[in-house]
């Protein structure tokens, strides 16, 4: 059974940091690319970053330089940091294990909110 679990969400300030993490099962984890996305209320789906099985990364304009994303294939996780929050990055932050070929698993999500 594949899993995706996110932890590492939660309330921060403006200007602070987190650091979500996004533990897989089930998969053969290095193998597969890894995404970030997310969703605010209202708003469509964003993607938020990625990286390759290869470990090639791509952020979107919106978070790059304050955003990175990383992977670590021993523990099959991956971890997106973020720093210098703003009140807009407030979404819910989604995991995302994609082989192409239509086979991509979903986390269920973890929170982040951002507010003084």
């Known amino acids: 059974q594949v899993q995706l679990v996110e932890s590492g969400g939660g309330l921060v300030q403006p200007g602070g940091s987190l650091r979500l993490s996004c533990a897989a099962s089930g998969i053969t984890f290095f ?18 970053a990625v990286i390759t099985a290869s470990g090639s990364t791509n952020v979107a304009d919106s978070v790059k330089g304050r955003f990175t994303i990383s992977r670590d294939n021993v523990k099959k996780t991956v971890y997106l940091q973020m720093n210098s929050l703003k009140p807009e990055d407030a979404a819910v932050y989604y995991c995302n294990a994609d ?14 909110t951002v507010s003084s």
């Open 31 to 48: 193998i597969y690319d890894m995404g970030w996305y997310r969703q605010a209320p209202g708003k469509q789906s964003e993607l938020v």
């Open 99 to 112: 082989r192409g070929r239509d086979i991509n698993y979903w986390g269920q999500g973890t929170q982040v």
